[in-house]
């Protein structure tokens, strides 16, 4: 779990840091697949996936969101948990595919609508804390 968290943690860094880095438009042939994956905790894994070598292929990450995951969810300002399956979607698991296929990227969807059958809003205490709580897990 610790690495996952880190995972978020440079995925926020990035965001905030190198926001257009490596933002660039497709060009209107693209040849470009991209897929939320794991949302459904149903045991998919990277490999059961039929990626075409010559199709870039974006694997979403959803979703890790900044509340508690307890049966009564409320926000935590910052301090994301994961909603996916990470014992099939771990930082090990992506950096293999990403290894194994070029062709492949993998983002990490931040937020979602619903926590535990609830509405779930972006609702920090502050830019400056929330941006802070990135750096304290």
């Known amino acids: 779990m610790e690495s996952s968290k880190l995972l978020i943690a440079l995925?926020?860094?990035?965001?905030?840091?190198?926001?257009f880095s490596s933002i660039h438009a497709a060009p209107a042939s693209s040849k470009l697949f991209r897929e939320y994956i794991g949302a459904e905790f149903n045991n998919v894994k990277f490999s059961e996936v039929p990626i075409n070598p010559n199709v870039d292929f974006h694997f979403i990450?959803?979703?890790?969101i900044d509340y508690t995951t307890s049966?009564?969810?409320?926000?935590?300002?910052?301090?994301f948990n994961i909603f996916w399956d990470s014992d099939?979607?771990?930082p090990s698991q992506v950096s293999s595919i990403k290894s194994e296929r070029p062709n492949v990227k993998v983002a990490l969807s931040?937020?979602?609508?619903?926590?535990?059958?609830?509405?779930?809003y972006f609702q920090p205490s502050s830019v400056n804390s929330w941006v802070q709580m990135q750096f304290l897990h």
């Open 110 to 120: 931040l937020g979602g609508d619903s926590v535990g059958g609830g509405s779930a």
């Open 11 to 19: 995925f926020i860094f990035q965001a905030f840091f190198f926001p």
């Open 71 to 79: 049966s009564s969810p409320s926000p935590t300002n910052g301090k």
């Open 61 to 64: 990450l959803s979703f890790a």
């Open 88 to 90: 099939n979607l771990s």
